[in-house]
């Protein structure tokens, strides 16, 4: 199996990730590196840069993770040609979490000319 080495996110992408409880924003900075934020419901305020890995499973389908400073991993199943994300997190206080939001695209980062 190859190993893939470019994200399928594009750098200074912004997706918003509705869900029940709260609403994360996720920022691609680098191939490498992404800053989540939760801008409303529960945790409002939490902020974290964190290494992450996203592949693309198939046109508009991709598999994001990472794993935060406090212990929390995260794992994101992002449908972009439905708008929807399928989502699982295993917090750091314990538990596990399944999780299903509509995705909005907040900025879009447009080719160079």
Known sequence: MASQTTSPLRIGQVLEIS????TPRITV???????VEIVA???LGFSDTVDYEAVAIRDGLVL???QEQ???TIVHVLDFLSGDAYTAV???KGGFMRLRGRIAIKSVVR???
């Not at 680098?30 to 800053?35: D, P, V």
């Open 90 to 92: 295993t917090p750091a």
């Open 64 to 66: 994001l993770s990472w």
């Open 41 to 43: 419901g529960d945790n």
């Open 111 to 113: 080719p160079e000319n």
């Open 19 to 22: 869900f029940p409880p709260f």
């Open 29 to 35: 900075r680098s191939e490498r590196k992404l800053i």
């Open 70 to 72: 406090i212990g929390s």
